[in-house]
């Protein structure tokens, strides 16, 4: 008997043993075996075959009537579950060898456009990270598309557009009804996170255009756009750019509640090229902002925790402290006299500090006062000359002492420190003032003694020698 003769349910029982591509040779030699084994071949396709037959058969088969637009073939072998058997994500596997024509027959056949895979990307965001700007068109065109939807590793749409730099993307996601541009990706980035810190200034100008945009959110680690931007703009001109549009903006706030200023940032770093732009905001930028210890910018740039104070290794530093210090006092609304919750000043912090540079910039100012006094009724000269047992500071001294506006007779306790602490290098440094004098008494600290007398009383020849009262010295 020939084959072509057998029963159905014989050649249907034979097929049983037969692979998913054993049975379509088989369907192909008549039109009546096509006709008998078309149901069957589906059947082992989507469901009975093995795991691995159903991958890699019932894929092809599904992406094959894709490709054809076949959507008859399509519901077929959606009726058959096809889908339960490769997974409701079928088409995140799809999408990037699919034209947008295909791609269209599946969702209209009831693929879901926005199931995710095992990595939680989704037919969209695998278009969107491979610019394929007409399928994201399409995609979110379609009523079942989650804009929003976050990948395993926190990954979202906007996010990856803004990595990319693809401005027609980025655009359509702006333009979608739902899109948040202010979620939130890995390590608490956002969209504009991502667009200062990949450089991308296009990008970052649309995202600016939006009137819900958050410009001063942070991420984990506590960063706005604007610190990211002047990190970017220590490193590079496209920073410098991209900082100067931000700061334009009148939404950026320079200073944050419990969080220093930007303006510390840059006068710590030694940025006078940041700092020159963040002055020149058109929005009033305060810039004495204070940080937890009530301390300006200005001190930064003086204090000890600036990058360059106290480095005597080169002559380039000292020109970009300089530089530095130079950039903040630029602005005349500067206020050189601040003082912290000490009471110290700024010019005090760089004498202590033993910047010699910053001490000759304050003390060029018309406006300094060299007089002021801490809240424990100190003055800096006072201060210097009880830094100076620890410390080599005497060039910054000399350099104070020799200031016309230095009051040596509102108050003596520096030359009685002086004598105090038995420095007769001090001494001769403050004997030089032509308003010292030598017979003043102190009544408070010093129980109303005079420097000569404490010099006694300790038994420092070398001291009263100094002070000129050698032979009163001698007769006691």
């Known amino acids: 008997m020939s084959i072509l003769n057998l029963p159905n349910e014989v050649i ?17 030699t008549c039109l009546h075996f096509s006709v008998t084994l078309t149901s069957h071949l589906n059947d082992r396709r989507c469901r009975k075959a093995s795991f691995d037959e ?40 799809m999408v990037n060898w699919l034209n947008e024509e295909s791609i269209t027959s599946l969702l209209r056949c009831g693929i879901d456009a926005a199931y995710p895979d095992s990595e939680g990307e989704t037919p969209l965001t695998v278009a969107v990270w491979n610019s394929s700007e007409q399928k994201v068109r399409m995609l979110l065109g379609h009523y079942g598309t989650e804009v929003n939807i976050s990948t395993r ?26 899109i948040d541009i202010n979620a939130i990706g890995p390590r608490g980035a956002t969209a504009l996170h991502m667009a200062v810190l990949n450089g991308e200034f296009r990008v970052m100008e649309l995202l600016l255009e939006s009137e819900t945009i958050d410009v001063n ?14 990190q970017l703009a ?8 991209i900082l100067d549009r931000l700061v334009k903006d009148a ?10 200023p930007v303006l510390h940032y840059a006068a710590c770093y030694a940025q006078p090229m940041i700092t020159r732009i963040l002055q020149s905001s058109p929005w009033n930028c305060d810039v004495n902002p204070r940080d937890l210890g009530q301390r300006t910018p200005l001190f930064y740039a003086l204090g000890p925790g600036n990058l360059f104070t106290g480095d005597k290794t080169g002559a380039i530093r000292a020109i970009k402290m300089k530089e530095n210090i130079d950039a903040i006092l630029e602005d005349k609304r500067v206020d050189v006299n601040a003082t912290d919750i000490w009471g110290y000043t700024p010019l005090r ?48 001294l000399r350099t104070i002492v020799a200031d016309p506006r230095l009051d040596f007779r509102g108050s003596y306790t520096a030359l009685h420190m002086a004598a105090y602490l038995n420095k007769r290098h001090l001494l001769q440094i403050l004997l030089r003032h032509p308003d010292v ?18 010099a006694i009383d300790h038994g420092f020849p070398d001291i009263v020698h100094v002070l000129g009262y050698e032979r009163y010295y001698s007769g006691c």
């Open 217 to 230: 959110i942070v991420d984990e680690y506590d960063r706005t756009p604007l610190l990211l931007a002047m």
């Open 349 to 396: 912090v760089a004498a202590i500090a033993g910047n010699m540079t910053g001490v000759k910039i304050l003390l060029s100012r018309k406006d300094i006062d060299v007089n002021v006094k801490c809240k424990m009724g100190k003055t800096n000269l006072t201060a210097l000359i009880e830094r100076a047992q620890f410390s080599d500071i005497l060039e910054v």
């Open 437 to 454: 004098d030598v017979h003043a008494h102190h009544p408070g600290a010093f129980d109303d003694r005079t420097a000569i007398e404490i």
């Open 153 to 178: 590793n926190g990954q979202r749409t906007l996010l990856l557009a803004a990595m990319k730099g693809n401005l027609p993307i980025i655009r359509m996601l702006l333009g979608h009804l739902h």
């Open 54 to 93: 159903i991958c890699h058969y019932g894929f092809r088969a599904l992406f094959l009537a894709a490709q054809s637009c076949d959507e008859d073939l399509i519901r077929s072998l959606l009726s058959e579950g096809i889908v339960l058997s490769l997974g409701r994500w079928v088409l995140v596997d």
């Open 12 to 28: 249907i029982s034979v097929c049983r043993y037969l692979s998913p591509a054993e049975i379509n040779s088989f369907s192909k």
């Open 234 to 241: 220590s490193e590079s001109n496209k920073g410098l750019a």
């Open 251 to 260: 939404r950026v706030l320079f200073s944050h509640q419990d969080r220093l």
